[in-house]
């Protein structure tokens, strides 16, 4: 089994998100917290210590009207690969306990929240502000726990938690492959709650490595750009906006700097 | 009343007195305490933390008292494995004031964790990879040659004494010291040094990242260096206090000038390395990565700009430095203990920045800076270790000979 494990082509589960598209609805958000039994707080107001794996930004490019533009960024775990795609993701690095981890067979990183012991050094690594932390016992109103999905642990208070690329629907994806004695799975089969739920078919999601699924395509778009792409974080979310001021805020320039337009893809194949 | 239990020939305050004190100490380690099980008991939303400031007053508090108590290893390095022998004189103190320090980030640290009964999780599933692990690791295990370092000087209370098999103990145990300071030594390299690296390793976060050595950031030596400079301060400074309070000399002035010296030239080197190093993360290492160096200062919500680099390199870094370097600047006493409050601010402050700027800044351009403030359950538990340290040297310095000179310098008539 290890065997023949070690010599399948790894996948690299990514997301190529289309801004020009985004209406900035929030359908993402919702669905992301209904699947994944994200907790919430009677009162929400503070962002700053409330859960959100997946957010949307609203970006501006700061003209006065009639020039105002207006573009919203919706901001899921990036699940970085890291320098050369070698799994060693600003988190995962940090992380004391090995309590989050890089698969090398699908490029997710996992958060293993019964080993986590509450350090914060993976949200202090993490530029995009993708990890939170459970300051809160979660609680849900009595009706509200009938419709918790029974495939996705909720987290207990002290712990981190992030977006998993709703990892659950992958194992139930492969479980049924394995079943059909497949091991490959076909891109409608593992799609996340927020590529589902987006109205506007802003969101593609699926194997960057494989030439079937969309997003292998997407992802090299001329408009394509990632966040924080100098910093070698090496996230597998894509954008794709054809105005050059979203493209630019997707990273940090000198003044004198041009926007680099080409995603520095750093890929790894083992 | 507890006459018997003092050094012979020294005189300390009444009882009455001492206990007073212990008393006002007590009731601030019982409300710290009663603040730490509020955070056990119901969990981290009692402080001001959210999820950008993950680290905050907390872990400052921790890196700065592990700064200042680099005292211990240091002087237990120069005395016992360098062999300048003028230092005996201050080694016990410098050991229980490390001792402290180091009791101190414990205790915050086994508050700051969100599950912490997994606390042995560090340890158990350890990623050799993370900083904090060698943290955690090379922390724990100095602790203990510091415990072991501190039972000599116990075991030199008169009455401890008096049982022939502590007495046998406490002189072996000092015959054996060396091997403990050199061990100290080496793990205390490594854990100011992967505190260091705790923030220096961070590529994500533009502020604190330093490019480095292998698997070793800048920031991995300079805290190393930094700490050996100013934890001797550190010890100086609370002695001096100790002698204020006590109302009597207990160090010679040429054992302060030794250290004080050693010390004006380890700050001399390490502002020389810091200065390099910034300048060469100013003007390459965040260009690079699309920040210009007064980005990082003119938006941060306290307002302070540049001038916070400035205060600590030139105000808590050069100046100390260059008191304690000149001989005259050593004999003027005024001076001299303005050098080592300068030096002690200054390494503080450099943990100040280290860990707060990067947690306040934004790295993504849509996001914005935030600020924070530290809830009063937070306050009371950094205070908490602050008023357990002064318990312990006020007990040590009551009931153990911890200043071999005191006798000489205050003779009882």
Sequence with gaps: MKKESSHEPGRKYGMVIDLDKCTGCGSCMVACMAENNVSFKEDESNKLDSITWMRVYRLTNNKPFPETEIRYLPRPCMHCGGKGDLGHSPCVSVCPATATDYDHKTGIVSQIYTRCFGCRYCMAACPYHARYFNWWDPIWPADLKKSLSPNVSPRMRGVVEKCSFCFHRYQLAMERAYNEDRRELEEAEYQTACTQACPAGAIVFGDLNNPDHAVHTLKDHPNAFRLLERLGTNPKVYYISDREWVRRSGDNYLNNEKTNTKPAVQEHHS | ?413
């Design chain 2, 1 to 413: 009343m507890d006459s018997a239990f003092i050094p012979k020939g020294v005189k300390r305050c009444s009882f009455g007195t001492f206990s007073l004190g212990m008393l006002v100490l007590t009731a601030i380690v019982f409300w710290g305490f009663y603040a730490a099980i509020l955070c056990w008991l119901k969990g981290l939303n009692q402080t001001n933390m959210n999820d950008s400031y993950g680290f905050a007053l907390w872990i400052w508090a921790d890196l700065a008292v592990i700064a200042i108590g680099g005292g211990a290893f240091f002087t237990g390095l120069l005395r016992y494995v360098i062999g300048l022998d003028e230092l005996k004189n201050i080694i016990n103190f410098a050991v229980i004031v490390g001792f402290c320090c180091y009791c101190s980030a414990m205790l915050i640290l086994a508050i700051d964790i969100g599950q912490p009964l997994r606390g042995w999780f560090i340890f158990w599933h350890a990623n050799v990879h993370s900083m904090l692990t060698e943290v955690a690791f090379c922390l724990s295990l100095y602790l203990s040659v510091l415990a072991i370092e501190y039972i000599p000087i116990l075991l030199e209370n008169r009455k401890i004494d008096e049982v022939p098999f502590f007495h046998n103990l406490g002189h072996t145990m000092h015959g054996a010291m060396a091997v403990f300071a050199a061990t100290g030594a080496f793990l205390s390299c490594f854990h100011q040094g992967s505190l260091g690296g705790v923030t220096g390793v961070l590529f994500g976060r533009p502020f604190g990242y330093r490019e480095g050595i292998f698997v070793w950031p800048w920031t991995f030596f300079l805290y190393t260096w930094s700490a050996a400079a100013c934890g001797p301060c550190f010890t100086m400074l609370t002695c001096k206090i100790t002698e204020k309070i006590s109302g009597k000399k207990l160090v010679k002035d040429n054992v302060y000038d030794l250290l004080g010296k050693i010390s004006g030239w380890m700050i001399g080197t390490y502002m020389v390395a810091k200065i390099a190093d910034t300048l060469y993360w100013a003007y390459v290492t965040s260009p690079s990565l699309g920040f210009a160096v007064m980005d990082y200062y003119n938006a941060h919500p306290l307002h302070h700009g540049i001038w916070i680099l400035i205060l600590e390199i030139v105000i808590c870094g050069v100046l100390p430095a260059m008191i304690l370097i000149s001989r005259k600047g050593r004999a003027n006493a005024t001076l001299f203990t303005l050098a080592t409050i300068l030096a002690v601010i200054g390494v503080c402050l450099n943990r100040w920045v280290m860990v707060m700027t990067p947690m306040a800044m934004p790295v993504m351009t849509f996001d914005s800076w935030v600020s924070y403030f530290p809830s009063w359950q937070e306050v009371a538990t950094t205070i908490l270790p602050l008023a357990g340290g002064i318990m312990i040297v006020s007990l040590s310095f009551r009931y153990l000979p911890v200043f071999p000179q005191e006798q000489e310098l205050n003779p009882v008539d």
